[in-house]
């Protein structure tokens, strides 16, 4: 069983930055991939970012990618988001989450995750 809880959501104006975290506990999550998804009202929730499980690779929306920045700190058994130049667009519930088996290439399927986090909130004013 793994717990997830995402934090650094808040209010933003476009253009800004914020950097979501997620802390993992209940087991190491080093040999997984991880994935941040977002859900924005009235919409369906959708892929945004995912890390391999060493880092050595990360995958991005078509509408976060130059934008964000996946990361990991497997010391910390963490996940990063950092998001900048928001978007009135990006305002949404952001999710972290873990994939289902361990050592795999991340999809962007909502499927593949097993574990996921309470979500924190994004609002991008303009």
């Known amino acids: 069983q793994v717990q997830l809880v995402e934090s650094g959501g808040g209010l933003a104006q476009a253009g800004d930055s914020l950097r979501l975290s997620c802390a993992a506990s209940g087991r190491p999550i080093s040999r997984f991939a991880m994935g941040w998804f977002r859900q924005a009202a009235g919409k369906e929730r959708e892929f945004v970012a995912s890390i391999l499980w060493n880092g050595g690779r990360t995958y991005y929306s078509d509408s976060v990618k130059g934008r964000f920045t996946i990361s990991r700190d497997n010391a910390k058994n963490a996940v990063y988001l950092q998001m900048n130049n928001l978007k009135p667009e990006d305002t949404a519930l952001y999710y972290c989450?873990?994939?289902?088996?361990?050592?795999?290439?991340?999809?962007?399927?909502?499927?593949?995750?097993?574990?996921w986090g309470q979500g924190t909130q994004v609002t991008v004013s303009s």
């Open positions: 989450a873990v994939d289902r088996e361990p050592f795999t290439i991340p999809v962007p399927s909502q499927v593949r995750y097993e574990y």
